[in-house]
C-alpha cells in the first residue's frame, strides 16, 4: 500500500531547539559536529488520508551543500535511536 504525503509542518531555527521537541536540535549540532550558528529546518509530512498513521519528517542542516535527514516518524517522537539509525539522503 502507498501513501501520498502533504506538508503538515515547517518550522528553521538559527539556534537553540526547535518549538515541538527539547533535544532533537541538539542531538543533530552534536552527531554532525557542527557549528551553532548553522540553522536547522524541519518538515512534517502527513499521508493525505485521514486516520493513516503514516508520518515522514524530514530535518535539513544547512551547510553550503546542505544535509537532508528522514525519520519515519512524526517529528515530536523522534528519539535518539531513531538518529542512530537515520537515513541521509
Ligand atoms: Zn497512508
Redesign the pocket.
Known sequence: MS?SFYPKFEEKIERGEFSFHPFLASWIRKKFQLDLNIPLSVKEFS?I?QN?P?FTTQVTIHLLNPIHIKFMREKEKINKIDLQTTLIC
Open positions: 501513501h499521508c488520508e493513516c503514516i
